[in-house]
């Protein structure tokens, strides 16, 4: 009995002193399982908390009106702060509290102070930064001013002439460099009096005058020869080649060419082509007939021709749609079918025959040729 007792356990004796690494597991093994036995764990019920709300589900709904009033809130308390900024020195003083300056007032209350100070900065508005100020009421013509640009009234002086100008506002349309065969140099000048964004006048100018030395005179003008059909009035005083020449005539201008201000093949001036174009930028329009009376001065040192242009439109007058200018109302050979056209023309003369002396005396006083 002995030797099979022996028998049976001696491979586990056996094994229990070959391995001490299965014996120290086996072993605590047996404790843990001995401690759990003695001392159980207390079971503690812990009830699940409630999912904490998302902070933008939580937060009140934002809609378009509390942006705008958070953004212009915003910008009222920037403004504010630059402006303070501005108005005084730096210093070093305490840090002011939350919405409030650094003189302790109210952000609001401090920048309704400063924006009725006379002498505050001016903070740009729309209205501050349109071309034309906002007087629209005081710009008859209907274009921005930054568009129009500058306008003269009066007089002015162009090459030494000081050129009379019939009432209105005038405008400088556009403007070249003169240069004839024989040296003589000078400007020409396009000038219109626009309202509401319809050309009502033009002023025509050509002004040359001779190189000191040269003082060689002028071939005859065509607008003083004699007996033109087309002219309404003639009113000629002497045409003498490269000397003393003088005269004023009445005849139509027929204004559709400009139209095609951008067509090289249409004969009109680099000085009304770039005019016309300024117009349609600008979005002006002109009538089919325009009244003009050219007065014209000539001697050996100068030549100043200055075209007056008036649009009868302007007094009530209409003019028939025609395609060429010898079919125009207002020509020559056609305005004495019309009583209320002669009139006009008549009024114009007596007009012309007055301003006469005015610009013989101008050109007169522009002198001898400008010394160079």
């Not at 953004?71 to 070093?92: F, G, H, M, Y």
């Not at 002011?96 to 109210?106: C, R």
């Not at 403007?175 to 065969?181: A, E, F, I, N, T």
């Not at 204004?255 to 600008?282: C, F, V, Y």
């Amino acid at each position: 009995m002995m030797v099979a007792v022996h028998g049976s356990h001696g491979p586990l004796r056996s094994l229990w002193r070959r391995a001490p690494l299965w014996r120290f597991v086996l072993m605590s093994a047996g404790l843990l399982s001995l401690s759990f036995v003695l001392f159980p764990p207390k079971i503690v019920n812990i009830a699940t908390p409630a999912t904490l709300p998302v902070a933008q589900e939580a937060a009140y709904e934002v809609t378009p009106q509390t942006r705008k009033r958070q953004a212009a809130a915003a910008a009222e308390a920037a403004a504010a702060s630059r402006l303070a900024a501005v108005q005084k020195p730096v210093r070093n003083v305490a840090q002011p509290e939350d919405n409030h300056d650094v003189n302790g007032k109210p952000l609001q209350q401090a920048f309704s102070e400063q924006k009725n100070r006379a002498d505050a900065p001016k903070i740009a508005e729309l209205a501050l930064a349109t071309a034309s100020g906002g007087d629209a009421k005081a710009n008859i013509s209907g274009v921005d001013n930054a568009l129009l640009g500058r306008t003269y009234q009066h007089s002015i002086i162009i090459n030494g002439f000081k050129l009379p100008l019939p009432p209105g506002d005038w405008a400088m349309l556009s403007r070249s460099g003169l240069k004839d065969k024989l040296g003589a140099t000078g400007t020409a000048v396009f000038f219109g009096r626009v309202e509401h964004k319809r050309l009502v006048g033009v002023i025509r100018v050509y002004s040359l005058r001779s190189e000191e030395k040269s003082n060689a005179g002028f071939e005859s003008v065509r607008g003083c020869a004699k007996g033109n059909p087309n002219n309404i009035y003639e009113s000629i005083e002497a045409v003498t080649p490269f000397d003393h020449q003088a005269c004023w005539v009445m005849h139509n201008y027929f204004t559709p060419p400009w139209q095609q201000w951008a067509d090289r093949n249409i004969k009109i001036s680099n000085l009304e082509k770039a005019a016309a174009g300024n117009m349609t930028a600008k979005g002006i329009t002109y009538p089919q007939d325009l009244v003009g009376i050219d007065f014209i001065r000539a001697e050996k040192w100068g030549l100043v021709e200055a075209q007056y242009m008036f649009s009868p439109e302007v007094e009530g007058i209409s003019s028939n749609t025609v395609l060429s200018f010898s079919e125009a109302d207002w020509n020559g050979r056609n305005i004495s079918r019309f009583p209320e056209k002669q009139a006009y023309a008549a009024k114009l003369k007596r007009w012309a025959t007055d301003l006469w002396p005015t610009f013989q005396s101008a050109f007169s006083e522009a002198g001898q040729p400008i010394q160079r």
